[in-house]
């Protein structure tokens, strides 16, 4: 028996109803009354957060509460420090490639006169 033959079987059952005494008849209707307000009211209040994120009480609660947002931090400053170092590292290497490609050696860099030299040279362009 598949999903639509099931479900169609429980409603024809269901729509022939079943014989209770009156007193249990009245009884049912409130409960059931008192569902479909509880129901409204909370679809009215995002039922759906508290499926998702849970009741916020126990370990659960506190995991989600205190430790998930901890994790996120720590995890989000080591990537960015992270990022930082290669970063960095990526900077020497280049200067350091620089440095060693080019046609002067690297004792005229330490000169204090070639490095007023290139100031100057770089304030008049």
């Known amino acids: ?8 079987r429980i409603r024809q059952l269901l ?6 005494r009156p007193d249990v008849a009245r009884r ?5 009354m008192r569902a479909l307000e509880h129901q409204r009211a909370e679809v009215a209040g995002l039922a759906w957060a508290d499926n ?7 370990w659960g609660g ?6 998930l947002p901890i994790a996120l931090l720590v995890g989000s400053g080591a990537a960015l420090y992270g990022w930082q170092q290669n970063r960095l590292a990526a900077e020497v290497e280049e200067i350091d490639a620089q440095l060693l490609t ?23 362009e």
């Open 1 to 8: 028996m598949n999903e639509m033959q099931f479900g169609h």
């Open 15 to 20: 729509t022939q109803g079943t014989k209770v």
């Open 28 to 32: 049912l209707a409130a409960a059931r």
């Open 52 to 58: 998702i994120v849970g009741r916020m009480g126990g």
């Open 62 to 67: 506190f995991a989600l509460r205190v430790l």
């Open 102 to 124: 080019d046609d002067l050696p690297i004792d005229a860099y330490l000169d204090r006169g070639f490095q007023n030299w290139l100031k100057k040279r770089a304030a008049d």
